[in-house]
C-alpha cells in the first residue's frame, strides 16, 4: 500500500521495489545509507562549488565583439561550442550532483518519517562539515535568489 500522508514504521519501500524493508536491521542500515547519500550531495556540492570558484579564477579572455562593433564577423564555429576542461568538468559535477539530489528527493517521497528524518539529518551533518564557511558562504551571498 501506498502511503500518502507521514508514517513511522520500518516498512518502508525506498526508491525501487526490490529496496523494501521489513526488519529492523534492513529498515536501520537503509536509513544509514540515506544518511550517507545525504552527506554525499553536500560533499559534492561543496567540491563544486570550489571547483568553480577555481576555474573561475584564472585570468579570462576579454569578451567578444558585439556586433555592432564589427558588422562582418563570421558566425561562430564548431569549435566554439567546444567548452574548456574545467567548464565540463563542472557541467559533470552538476549533473551527479542534481541526480542524487533528485534520488533524495524520491526517497523522502516514501513518506517514511525515518527517512525523511534520516535524509535531513545527514544534509544538516554534511553541510556543519563540508560547506559551511569559507568561500561557499560568500558565493552563497551572491546568489540573491537562494538558489541552488
Known sequence: MMHITFYWGKKATIL??????????GYLLS???LFAAALFYQYMEDRRVRFK???GSKPSL???P???????????????FFRPPPRLASALLFGVNSAVGYLLMLAVMSYNAGVFVAVVAGLTVGY?????????DFVALQNSCGCP
Open 31 to 33: 536509513l544509514l545509507a
Open 16 to 25: 525501487f521495489d526490490s529496496w523494501r524493508t521489513d526488519s529492523w536491521p
Open 53 to 55: 570558484i577555481l576555474a
Open 66 to 80: 558585439s556586433a555592432v562593433e564589427s558588422p562582418f564577423l563570421l558566425p561562430p564555429s564548431a569549435s566554439a
Open 62 to 64: 576579454p569578451p567578444p
Open 128 to 136: 556543519f562539515f563540508f560547506v559551511s564557511g569559507g568561500e561557499a
